[in-house]
């Protein structure tokens, strides 16, 4: 199949005519499973705060692709060539979409999700100022954020939250201003998400960038939640100590699963760093004893075969969305997520976490919550299997923020009515670990009306009939619950060997 | 009378004792749930001490005391071990 069999849409198409062209172009779209109740439903996808669906324009962009497909590095064949100037077509891709000027910043693709970019940027600055061994970060991130930073300086910090418990904001700038006072010299770098992956709070970035500027930090930011949410502006901020040192972000969070880790970087950090991972194609000569390193970026800090078709692939998905508009993008997002949120805030059993004052606090689409009477994972499972709704339970990869936010119900567990003296003498973590935890409702390009109404009219039904359903699951252990006689075997649904055997019968 | 004396003399000897609580090797939320139990069980007024080593402990502790009505009148650390000094409170 050539690019000229496609059912082309207009180019000149931008806006909300082409968000509502592309809305049902997603792969896994009309996904069909068959419930607990035995009836077959289309699946209502929730968790895109996890990995997105598939858009099919980046698909098609990657199969036409294929056609070309030649290893990089090198401009000798026409592949070779197609494949080189693609490959650096979604570097500049990305780095515009962001407002990166390539003169001041580089765009590196690593491995897959941003973890592998944390790891590096926090050996990038530990390398770059070794005499400064502290890193501050906000209580709300995803272990990515948190781990390698911890992994590669001797002190890190967590910035507490505006807010208490469950109703806490974003960042306490006072309180970064206290640390950053505190540790004065000896703060490497700020390293704060843009938008908490749990409750979807937005971080004001380019205030803390400018804070941890005047003491002489750098700042780290996780976009990995709000690139494909809103409008990101990483290096052409007034003044330029707005500017973001560091911003990563992984393409299965923009519509391109299969994509690599993205790090839009400051030359300037990272042009003497010595690279940690070394190869081929990041050097201009090697002997027998020794290797000189390319001083080009980003070839230096991105050693052997890049995932090609990954980053082309996901610089499709960023081109289509250029081509909408962020604001026209989270403009949208925001409609459905008011209408998420106030239908939550009318069912009474429901524990909306983080302030879900928007004009104060605002979010992406992402929500997380619980409904009394219910264990998170017996919640998550049920929706699952009866409404054929996909939401996300348990922690979330944020064990700080999540435990902070869950402190007062858990310290509430010995009142609970169903707690008799017996049950508490054998509290252990196996029973806490039932309660510790969330569901998380996350939406994407591709959500209607109709999944949040599909939602919360299941949340209604499911409260009603709670002695119903709890008598339908066994818990087993590490807070998961599993019906009792509704079992499908999934490798019926899909099995690579599967697929492999259809397409070598039908050859 | 003589009833009412007993008990005052038992709450007496209930307030002069402190008690102890091992809460080390447990993690979040237990030492504050083990505390909270013994704290269900004691006169207003009367001391506990807990000993945790979970890192945690030491936010929870001055969270939970706080919140709950209860006085942390002393905290300290000493090899690996957090340990904590709780009055019970009237409004716990």
Redesign the interface.
């Known amino acids: 199949m050539t690019l000229n069999t496609y059912e082309r849409c207009n180019p000149q198409m931008r806006g909300l005519d082409l968000l509502q062209k592309i809305r049902t172009d997603f792969i896994g779209i009309d996904t069909h499973y068959t419930l607990a109740t035995a009836k077959r439903s289309k699946r209502h996808f929730l968790d895109s705060a996890a990995s997105t669906l598939m858009m099919k324009t980046a698909q098609a962009t990657a199969f036409e692709f294929l056609n070309h497909y030649s290893n990089t590095h090198s401009i000798t064949h026409f592949s070779a060539r197609i494949s080189t100037e693609a490959y650096e077509w979604a570097h500049a891709r990305i780095l515009s979409f962001l407002h990166a000027d390539p003169e001041d910043y580089t765009c590196i693709f690593l491995g897959s999700g941003s973890t592998s970019c944390f790891n590096r940027i926090s050996k990038i600055f530990r390398d770059l100022k070794p005499d400064q061994n502290t890193v501050l970060i906000s209580l709300m991130e995803h272990h990515s954020n948190d781990l390698p930073h911890r992994q590669h300086h001797d002190n890190v910090f967590h910035i507490p939250l505006e807010g208490e418990g469950r109703h806490m904001g974003h960042l306490n700038m006072i309180a970064l201003e206290d640390l950053l006072q505190k540790y004065q010299g000896d703060v490497s770098y700020v390293a704060v998400t843009a938008a908490s992956n749990v409750t979807g709070i937005i971080n004001p970035i380019h205030e803390i960038a400018q804070l941890a500027h005047a003491y002489g930090a750098y700042v780290v930011v996780d976009g990995s939640q709000i690139v494909a949410r809103q409008s990101v502006n990483v290096g052409h901020n007034v003044p330029h100590s707005r500017n973001i040192d560091a911003f990563i972000f992984s393409g299965h969070k923009v519509y391109a699963p299969g994509s690599p880790g993205v790090m839009v970087v400051r030359r300037e950090v990272i042009q003497d760093v010595v690279p940690t991972n070394v190869g081929g194609g990041m050097v201009n000569r090697v002997f027998r004893q020794s290797y000189e390193v390319s001083p080009k970026l980003p070839d230096r800090e991105e050693a052997g075969t890049p995932n090609i078709l990954g980053a082309i692939t996901l610089a499709a998905a960023i081109e289509v969305l250029d081509r909408i508009g962020m604001d026209i993008v989270s403009k949208e997002e925001e409609r459905l997520l008011q209408m998420l949120l106030l239908g939550l805030q009318d069912i009474p059993e429901a524990i909306i976490y983080g302030s879900y004052d928007l004009s104060r606090y605002p979010r992406v689409a992402t929500v997380a919550f619980n409904l009394a009477g219910f264990d998170h994972g017996l919640l998550a499972t049920i929706l699952n299997d009866y409404y054929n709704v996909a939401v996300r339970n348990d922690c979330f990869c944020a064990h700080p923020y999540v435990?902070e936010m869950l402190?007062?119900e858990?310290?509430d567990?010995?009142v609970l009515n169903d707690l008799n003296q017996d049950v508490?003498d054998h509290?252990?973590?196996e029973f806490?670990k039932a309660r510790?935890g969330m569901v998380r409702v996350s939406l994407g390009l591709y959500t209607t009306e109709r999944d949040i109404e599909a939602l919360l009219a299941a949340i209604c039904d499911l409260n009603s009939q709670h002695d119903f359903y709890a008598q339908q699951y066994s818990y087993q252990g590490n807070g998961v619950y599993r019906h009792n006689e509704f079992q499908p075997n999934h490798t019926s649904l899909f099995h690579p060997q599967d697929v492999v055997n259809f397409f070598l019968k039908n050859k | 009378m003589r009833d009412r004396l007993q008990e005052l003399k038992g709450d007496k000897e209930q307030m002069e004792e402190i008690m102890q609580l091992n809460a080390q090797g447990l993690h979040c939320p237990l030492p504050v749930l083990k505390a909270k139990k013994v704290l269900a069980s004691m006169v207003v007024g009367q001391l506990l001490e807990v000993s945790a080593t979970d890192e945690d402990s030491v936010r929870d502790f001055e969270a939970f005391t706080r919140s709950h009505g209860h006085l942390l009148l002393k905290s300290w650390q000493a090899n690996g071990v957090f340990v904590f000094l709780i009055q019970k409170g009237e409004t716990s």
């Open positions: 435990r402190l007062q858990l310290w567990l010995d508490f509290l252990d973590q806490i510790q």
